[in-house]
């Protein structure tokens, strides 16, 4: 296969083109109008590029026949990529970029009961965890996973919804201010991913150990590798999740960590935050 054929998308979605060339747009506008280092622009590129690459190319037809293959385009939609893009503090950036009309629009809907209610929401400091944890676990259910693989409407409501939970999350814990105006302490930011990655690398564990094939979907479609056996690919696929998706919620807890001393140091703790940082220990808040 050529390669350029292989960013042909496996499946035509204009409501993923739609976002995408969007996003892109307003973050190119809106780097005409405040600085944006080289840096930040380099992991909001870098996370674009691997999200289209995870999400709208042939990689998606194996993803559909390879359960590893599958874990880490889910590796890719819900931590690293929302991870790298969030990392870029985009929000300034992206409002920037809107036509000053749409601006006006947003800041008055934002100030309505409607949007204060969506944006509570999708900065809750439970909600937004627990979905980021439930979305995956959740559709590994080997029922939930084969019909989600079997229909397309599901399939993309999967993707979809890990992709959005991740960018949710990311959002939280890449937070570099104090509480208020963060919705999580600095200490909350710390422990919120020590939570979240538990139940993920337990799962991960169960399938890497597991000797049965919990997901016969990928035989039924064919898969795309016939050499490997069922349990091969579930047992690189479950690894994927325990080792590499933790490593990646590791990082969130070091950030949260780097964070927490930075406001130490300039004294935009709260006086019993920084006494326990002071003397070595946890900020819990």
Same mark, same amino acid.
């Given at each position: 296969?050529?390669?350029?054929?292989?960013?042909?998308?496996?499946?035509?979605?204009?409501?993923?083109?739609?976002?995408?060339?969007?996003?892109?747009?307003?973050?190119?506008?809106?780097?005409?109008?405040?600085?944006?280092?080289?840096?930040?622009?380099?992991?909001?590129?870098?996370?674009?590029?691997?999200?289209?690459?995870?999400?709208?190319?042939?990689?998606?037809?194996?993803?559909? $026949?390879?359960?590893?293959?599958?874990?880490?385009?889910?590796?890719?939609?819900?931590?690293?990529?929302?991870?790298?893009?969030?990392?870029?503090?985009?929000?300034?950036?992206?409002?920037?970029? %809107?036509?000053?009309?749409?601006?006006? $629009?947003?800041?008055?809907?934002?100030?309505?009961?409607? !949007? +204060? !209610?969506?944006?509570?929401?999708?900065?809750?400091?439970?909600?937004?965890?627990?979905?980021?944890?439930?979305?995956?676990?959740?559709?590994?259910?080997?029922?939930?996973?084969?019909?989600?693989?079997?229909?397309?409407?599901?399939?993309?409501?999967?993707?979809?919804?890990?992709?959005?939970?991740?960018?949710?999350?990311?959002?939280?814990?890449?937070?570099?201010?104090?509480?208020?105006?963060?919705?999580?302490?600095? !200490?909350? $930011?710390?422990?919120?991913?020590?939570?979240?990655?538990?139940?993920?690398?337990?799962?991960?564990?169960?399938?890497?150990? @597991?000797?049965?094939?919990?997901?016969?979907?990928?035989?039924?479609?064919?898969?795309?590798?016939?050499?490997?056996?069922?349990?091969?690919?579930?047992?690189?696929?479950?690894?994927?999740?325990?080792?590499?998706?933790?490593?990646?919620?590791?990082?969130?807890?070091?950030?949260?960590?780097?964070?927490?001393?930075? %406001?130490?140091?300039?004294?935009?703790?709260?006086? $019993?935050?920084? +006494?326990?940082?002071?003397?070595?220990?946890?900020?819990? @808040?």
């Amino acid at each position: 296969m050529h390669l350029l054929e292989w960013l042909i998308p496996w499946e035509f979605s204009p409501l993923f083109l739609f976002f995408f060339l969007g996003g892109a747009w307003l973050f190119a506008r809106g780097t005409r109008v405040h600085k944006v280092s080289g840096w930040r622009q380099a992991l909001f590129w870098s996370g674009m590029l691997i999200l289209y690459l995870s999400m709208h190319t042939r990689l998606d037809y194996y993803a559909e $026949r390879m359960f590893f293959i599958h874990r880490l385009q889910h590796l890719v939609l819900h931590h690293l990529g929302p991870l790298l893009i969030m990392g870029a503090y985009p929000g300034q950036v992206l409002r920037a970029g %809107l036509p000053m009309r749409w601006r006006i $629009r947003l800041r008055d809907f934002r100030r309505t009961r409607l !949007g +204060r !209610g969506i944006e509570a929401v999708l900065t809750h400091r439970i909600l937004v965890p627990f979905l980021f944890v439930i979305l995956v676990v959740g559709f590994l259910i080997p029922t939930v996973q084969f019909y989600s693989m079997l229909d397309w409407r599901l399939y993309r409501l999967m993707n979809w919804s890990v992709v959005i939970s991740g960018f949710m999350y990311w959002n939280l814990i890449l937070d570099r201010r104090p509480s208020p105006p963060a919705v999580l302490s600095p !200490g909350g $930011r710390v422990f919120c991913p020590i939570i979240t990655m538990v139940p993920q690398i337990i799962v991960g564990a169960v399938i890497t150990f @597991s000797e049965k094939d919990l997901y016969p979907i990928f035989d039924l479609c064919g898969r795309a590798i016939p050499g490997m056996t069922a349990i091969t690919d579930q047992a690189i696929g479950g690894l994927t999740m325990w080792v590499l998706a933790g490593f990646i919620e590791v990082f969130g807890v070091l950030y949260a960590l780097s964070t927490v001393m930075r %406001l130490s140091e300039k004294n935009r703790l709260p006086q $019993r935050s920084r +006494r326990r940082v002071s003397r070595g220990m946890p900020v819990v @808040s």
